[in-house]
Structure formats: structure tokens, C-alpha cells
């Protein structure tokens, strides 16, 4: 289940679908951990972490909103939080495809504070939104 919701512009025809939340399932949260594969963490590390997943690690994985400050791109990625050996956390990081810098995770109410990636003019949302699965 998730929410869709229309960013868009009152200048120029730029103009957005998204789709947010946990619309899709999944079979097991770590092998997207996996397939993900942090370098900041070693094949024996993760070997260790697969054996103790289950008393002590975490998954939260949701799709969000995100905005690249050097091109004004919005699009929407797989956030995915993994928390293990307790207070310990990885954050998968998203790169923007154009300018390759990290993007930056926004809140759908953040988006008429950033700029049209056309025209430069603040966005507008609907957040009349519409439920889909
Ligand atoms: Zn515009
Ligand atoms: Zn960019």
C-alpha cells in the first residue's frame, strides 16, 4: 500500500507522478541489503550479520521522494534503512544519474520549497493523494 501524489509546475509543463510508501513486497529484507552490498562492510561481516539477522537486525525499506540539489531533479527511490547489531545503521545511498552526487531524501510538504527543474520556479504538490497496492 502507498500513496501517489502530482508535483508540478504553474509556469512551465513540468509535471510528475509519484508514488510513495511501501507499495511493494518483498521476500526478505536483507537480501536487498545484500544485492545492495555496502562496501563499507566485508564479505565476513556480512556473513556474521546473515547469521544473527534474525535476533538482531532490522529492515525498513520504503519508497521516498528525492531531490538532487545540483539539478533540481525530484524522483523517487527505495529508501532503505538497515539497523544491525543493535544501535548500528546503514543507509543506502542514492546518486543522482545526471550529476552523480548523493540525493537527498525529501518530505512531499519539502517539495514547494524547491525549485522546477525546467524553469526554476517553486513547485507545487497535490497532496489530494490516491491510494494504490
Ligand atoms: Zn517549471
Ligand atoms: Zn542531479
Not at 507522478?17 to 552490498?37: A, C, N, P, R, T
Not at 529508501?79 to 544519474?97: A, G, P, Q, S, T
Request: charged share 30%; with cysteine.
Amino acid at each position: 500500500m502507498g500513496i501517489g501524489m502530482k508535483i508540478f509546475c504553474n509556469k512551465c509543463s513540468f509535471e510528475k507522478e509519484v508514488y510513495l510508501g511501501k507499495g511493494m513486497s518483498f521476500f526478505d529484507g536483507f537480501d536487498i541489503f545484500l544485492e545492495y552490498s555496502p562496501d563499507i562492510i566485508s564479505d565476513s561481516e556480512l556473513k556474521r550479520l546473515n547469521s544473527v539477522r534474525r535476533r538482531r537486525s532490522k529492515i525498513d525499506f520504503y519508497k521516498e521522494l528525492y531531490h538532487c540539489h545540483k539539478c533540481n531533479n525530484i524522483s523517487t527511490n527505495l529508501y532503505v534503512e538497515f539497523i544491525y547489531d543493535i544501535n548500528k545503521k546503514f543507509i543506502i545511498e542514492h546518486l543522482c544519474h545526471k550529476c552523480e552526487i548523493p540525493l537527498e531524501v525529501i518530505a512531499p510538504k519539502d517539495v514547494r520549497q524547491k525549485p522546477c527543474p525546467i524553469c526554476g520556479e517553486n513547485l507545487q504538490i497535490n497532496e489530494d493523494s490516491f491510494l494504490w497496492d
